[in-house]
C-alpha cells in the first residue's frame, strides 16, 4: 500500500528559484527510505512539503490519503499527528527534562497524565533513556538529545517518521547508535524518511535509497541495491 | 475532559510565561494599575457628578411669584398655563397661599410675629407662589422665562446661574477624563501587545514544536491571550483596593457631603464592589484585546 504518492510536483519559491522539478515517487507504508544528494538539490524541500511546511507549487502530494497541498493552515494539525519529525539540531526545550520534553507532545494534545506518563516512559525506554528521564538536555550528549527528539516525534504513533540529517551533528559511532533506534522503530511498523549526507551509513544500512540532484531524481535505489558512489 | 484538560496546561504555561518575562510584564501591568487608576477616579467622579445632578434636579425649585392683587381666577389662568409648559409636570406644580407662608414666617420669629399678625389677606406684602420642579434640568432657564413671560407673573425665582454653572463644569470635568481615559487605554493595549510579542518571540522554538507534534493552532494561541487576560488582571489589583478602600474613606472623611449638605457622595454600598467588578473587567478585556492584537500580527501559523 502506498503510504506517500508524489505526482508531477514542483516548487518555485517566491525569490523564483525551483527547487524541485517534476517529481515523481511512491513509498510504501513500512519502508525505510534516504535521501540523498548534493547541498541544494531539494532533499529539505521534498520532506518540508511532506509535513506541510512549504506547499507545492504545482503537482499532487498524498501522505496517508490526506492532499497535503490542498489542507488549510488551520488543519495542518491534522496531518501533522500522523507524522513525525526529527531534526539536526534536535530541537529541544532546554528548560524541560528529557521526560517533559517527550511528555509534551502528547499534553498539547491534551491526553490524560497516567496515559502521558506510560507513553513516554515506553518511549523512552524503547530509545534507551528511561534512566536519564529526568535529566535536562545540557546534560545529554548529542546522541542522547537526539534520541529524546525521536522519542518526542515517535510518542504519539506516527505513520511516518521524517528525519532531516539526524545524524550531521553525531560522530560515527554514535550516528550508528541513532540508526539502530532508527530500524527498531522502524521494524515496528513505523515508514522512514531519513535525508542524510553521510555515505557510510546509507552503505551500511542497505535501505531503499533515493538520489536528488537539481531538485530531480536521478536515482531510485531498491533495498540493497546501492553501492559505493559519491553524493 | 479533554479540552479542559488543554485548557488547564494553557492557564499553566501563561501564568509561568508572565513570570519569565518579569521585567516585561510588570511593565505591562504597572501601565494598566496607572490607567485602572484613571479609570476608577473618573468613575467615582463621573457617578458623583450624575448623582449630585439628581439631587439637584430633584430639590432645585423654581418659585413664580405672583401679583399681590391677584384674584383667585387669574390664579387658577397662570396654573393652567404653567401645566402646559414642555418642562413641566402638572403634578410638580404646587400653589402656596401666602397667609401659609406668612404663618410660617411668624411661627420662625417673634418680630415677624409682631409685625404680620396685624395683616389682613389684602393688606399683605406678601406675594402667593408657584412652587415648580422642572423635568430636565439643563432646560430650567428657559423654563423660567417662559414662567415669566405668563401674565400675574411678578418675579421668578431659582438660584439661576450657579445650579447651571456647576452642573455644566461638572459636565466638562466628566467628558476630559472620559477622554484621557480612551486615549490610555489605547496606549495600554498597544503596550501589552508589545509584551506579547515578545513572549511569542521568546517563546518561538515552543511555537515550532507544538506545531510539529500536531497542536492546533488554537491551542497554541489561547496561552497568549490569556496571557494577556491575566496582565490585565494583576494590574487591577491595585485600583481596586484603593477604590475598596480609598472611595470609603474619603465618604467617611467628609460625611458623605463635599463642601455643603448640597453635594452628597453616592454612598459606598455597593457603588464601590460595582466599580471595583468594573476595573476587573476592563482590566481583562484591555489585556486581551492587546495580547489578540500582537497574536494576528505575530504568530504567523
Known amino acids: 500500500m502506498d503510504l506517500i504518492r508524489i505526482k508531477d510536483v514542483k516548487k518555485t519559491y517566491k525569490t523564483g528559484t525551483t527547487a524541485i522539478y517534476d517529481l515523481d515517487l511512491t513509498i510504501k507504508k513500512g519502508e525505510f527510505v534516504f535521501i540523498i544528494g548534493s547541498t541544494g538539490c531539494g532533499k529539505s524541500t521534498l520532506i518540508k512539503m511532506l509535513y506541510r511546511e512549504e506547499k507545492p507549487s504545482s503537482g499532487q502530494i498524498l501522505v496517508g490519503g490526506l492532499d497535503v497541498g490542498k489542507i488549510k493552515n488551520r488543519k495542518v494539525y491534522k496531518l501533522r499527528r500522523k507524522i513525525g519529525v526529527v531534526f539536526q539540531n534536535y530541537q529541544l526545550l532546554p528548560n524541560e527534562t528529557a521526560y517533559e520534553n517527550v511528555a509534551f507532545a502528547l499534553e498539547v494534545l491534551g491526553l490524560p497524565k497516567d496515559e502521558v506518563h506510560s507513553k513516554v516512559m515506553k518511549v523512552l525506554d524503547l530509545v534507551g533513556l528511561k534512566n536519564k528521564a529526568k535529566q535536562y538536555p545540557r546534560h545529554l550528549s548529542g546522541g542522547e538529545q537526539q534520541r529524546v527528539a525521536i522519542a518526542r516525534a515517535i ?58 540532484d537539481s531538485g530531480r531524481i536521478v536515482k531510485d535505489y531498491k533495498e540493497g541495491e546501492y553501492k559505493d558512489e559519491s553524493i | 475532559m479533554k479540552a479542559f484538560r488543554i485548557l488547564g496546561r494553557n492557564i499553566r504555561d501563561s501564568f509561568k510565561s508572565v513570570f519569565r518575562n518579569f521585567s516585561l510584564s510588570l511593565a505591562s501591568i504597572s501601565c494598566i494599575t496607572i490607567t485602572l487608576m484613571v479609570v476608577a477616579v473618573s468613575i467615582v467622579l463621573s457617578f458623583n457628578v450624575t448623582n449630585f445632578t439628581k439631587i439637584v434636579e430633584r430639590d432645585v425649585t423654581i418659585v413664580a411669584f405672583l401679583d399681590v392683587d391677584i384674584t383667585e381666577e387669574e390664579r ?81 425665582k431659582y438660584g439661576e446661574g450657579m445650579v447651571e454653572q456647576l452642573v455644566s463644569v461638572f459636565d466638562v470635568i466628566r467628558k476630559v477624563t472620559f477622554g484621557i481615559v480612551i486615549a490610555l487605554i489605547i496606549v495600554t493595549a498597544f503596550l501589552i501587545a508589545n509584551t506579547i510579542k515578545i513572549t511569542i518571540m521568546s517563546r518561538k522554538r515552543e511555537i515550532e514544536i507544538m506545531r510539529l507534534v500536531g497542536a492546533s493552532n488554537i491551542n497554541i494561541k489561547i496561552p497568549f491571550i490569556f496571557e494577556g487576560l491575566i496582565l490585565g488582571m494583576f494590574g487591577s489589583i491595585i485600583p481596586i483596593v484603593v477604590t475598596l478602600y480609598g472611595y470609603t474613606a474619603l465618604y467617611d472623611h467628609f460625611g458623605g457631603q463635599l463642601f455643603t449638605n448640597f453635594i452628597k457622595l453616592v454612598e459606598p454600598t455597593p457603588f464601590i464592589y460595582l466599580t471595583s467588578l468594573g476595573l476587573l473587567l476592563i482590566g481583562m478585556i484591555v489585556g ?14
Open chain 1, 155 to 212: 510518542v504519539n504513533g506516527p505513520k511516518i517518521l521524517i528525519c532531516d540529517e539526524p545524524t550531521g551533528n553525531l560522530d560515527p559511532e554514535t550516528s550508528m547508535e541513532i540508526m539502530d533506534v532508527l530500524e527498531a522503530i522502524n521494524e515496528l511498523g513505523t515508514t522512514i524518511i531519513m535525508v542524510t549526507h553521510d555515505i557510510n551509513i546509507v552503505k551500511k544500512m542497505k535501505k531503499r535509497v533515493v538520489k536528488l
Open chain 2, 76 to 156: 387658577e389662568k397662570v396654573y393652567d398655563q404653567i401645566i402646559v409648559l414642555d418642562n413641566i409636570e402638572p403634578s410638580n406644580v404646587e400653589f402656596i397661599d401666602k397667609m401659609d407662608i406668612s404663618e410660617e414666617m411668624m411661627e420662625s420669629s417673634d418680630v415677624f410675629n409682631s409685625i404680620m399678625s396685624e395683616w389682613t389677606r389684602e393688606e399683605s406684602p406678601i406675594q402667593d407662589t408657584y412652587q415648580i420642579k422642572v423635568t430636565d434640568i439643563n432646560l430650567i432657564n428657559k423654563t423660567a422665562e417662559e414662567i415669566k413671560d405668563i401674565k400675574n407673573v411678578d418675579i421668578v
Open chain 2, 288 to 301: 486581551m484585546f492587546g495580547s489578540s492584537r500582537a497574536v494576528k500580527k505575530y504568530l504567523k501559523i
